[in-house]
């Protein structure tokens, strides 16, 4: 559904449905538009939760709830999981949807989000609302049709344009480990690599996350784990991220755990 700030969300407080790789896939959503098992089964706002954002990926495209990387996470930590990702996001629309349902928890125990480099090319997008330098909302800008048919056939983009994606993009992640710390959350941006990075793809990573000392962990998976006759990570894909994804969280918890015990008289 559209939405004038985001440019799009799920609709709330449905069941989809969608046939992809050779089966039939539920998308539960619950009253606020997050990814459910069912509806009947809905996020609780009261209880510690660990926030995901981000766009398909992270959203489970492809993948049964208990396939998708937040429930497998929630499961192996035991903490609920709130996925508020949303399909075709760019990076900046992600912390756009972060900034809007995170008030609403009142124990936020993580946050996750996620960069993929091979998308990067999304976060340059100015066709659907978005973020400019220094995190100023902007609005669409709608083309014309010539242009827009030479931006499909030629996506060329020029030494400026993505100087100035890099620059926001960076803004954009530091910005939601801000927004997580401020609520005294942990936050953790998953870095999804499909197969070995190459040049490109390295210096991305570096100006953008390493550069300014995020905190991130990178997952390399398999190319061919993908679902069948799709681009989306499968079930396999999904279990390596969110082994990876859980143990950062884990050792997050102890870390934070034994600093306050050391703080704490004897």
């Not at 900034?99 to 928890?105: I, S």
């Not at 927004?179 to 197969?195: E, K, N, S």
Request: a neutral charge; one cysteine or more; charged letters at 25%.
């Amino acid at each position: 559904m559209a939405d004038a700030r985001l440019g799009w969300r799920f609709v709330p407080a449905r069941t989809g449905h969608g046939t992809i790789g050779g089966r039939t896939v539920d998308y539960a959503f619950d009253a606020a538009g997050y990814r459910v098992r069912r509806q009947d089964d809905p996020v609780d706002p009261e209880r510690p939760t660990i926030l995901f954002t981000g766009e398909s990926v992270m959203f489970g495209k492809g993948l049964t709830w208990d396939e998708s990387i937040p429930a497998q996470v929630g499961a192996r930590l035991g903490v609920q999981s709130a996925n508020v990702a949303v399909d075709g996001y760019g990076s900046d629309q992600a912390l756009m949807r972060l900034q809007a349902e995170l008030p609403h928890f009142r124990r936020p125990s993580a946050v996750v989000a996620m960069f993929v480099t091979t998308l990067f090319g999304r976060n340059l997008d100015e066709d659907r609302p978005h973020f400019g330098p220094g995190l100023t909302w902007l609005p669409g800008v709608h083309h014309g049709r010539l242009r827009s048919l030479v931006q499909l056939v030629a996506p060329y983009r020029s030494d400026d344009t993505v100087e100035r994606g890099i620059a926001v993009t960076r803004e954009v992640f530091g910005a939601v480990v801000r927004l997580a710390g401020d609520r005294g959350a942990t936050p953790v941006i998953l870095v999804l690599q499909v197969g070995p990075e190459d040049a490109v793809e390295h210096a991305l990573r570096r100006r953008i996350l390493d550069a300014p000392g995020l905190p991130c962990v990178m997952v390399e998976v398999d190319p061919a784990w993908r679902v069948p006759g799709d681009v989306h990570p499968d079930a396999r894909a999904a279990r390596v991220i969110a082994d990876a994804v859980a143990s950062r969280l884990a050792r997050a918890t102890a870390t934070l755990a034994g600093a306050r015990s050391s703080r704490s008289p004897s």
